[in-house]
């Protein structure tokens, strides 16, 4: 059984910095990628950031690219989403995925089935 569960968000100030983890239960996670999505009100759920099993490579959206940095301690088997630079647009509820793929070769939050229940993050004054 796969198990994820996100922690680490709240409400941060404009320019703020965060640290989103992504804990797994039952599995041990080194092997797989993990993609971080998020979603806010009346926007399409989008994916932001993945790292390959074994560290095999990252990918960071455009829009988090230089401000984002993801991250896995693989003795803790948990995943890290450094989240700096903070703006009122990256507020949204943020999720992380697997599909039990080695490499960050899925994009599309349809092809994945195993979530963690969502983690707020709000960014406002």
């Known amino acids: 059984q796969v198990q994820l569960v996100e922690s680490g968000g709240g409400l941060v100030q404009p320019g703020g910095s965060l640290k989103l983890s992504c804990a797994a239960s039952k599995f041990t996670l080194d092997n797989y990628a993990i993609h971080w999505f998020r979603q806010a009100p009346g926007k399409e759920r989008e994916g932001i950031s993945c790292i390959g099993g074994l560290n095999e490579g990252t990918y960071y959206d455009d829009s988090v690219k230089g401000r984002f940095t993801i991250s896995r301690d693989n003795v803790k088997n948990v995943v890290y989403l450094r989240m700096n630079s903070l703006e009122p647009q990256d507020t949204a509820v943020y999720h992380c995925?697997?599909?039990?793929?080695?490499?960050?070769?899925?994009?599309?939050?349809?092809?994945?089935?195993?979530w963690g229940q969502g983690t707020q993050v709000t960014v406002s004054s």
């Open positions: 995925a697997t599909e039990g793929n080695y490499y960050c070769s899925i994009y599309s939050p349809a092809d994945y089935h195993y």
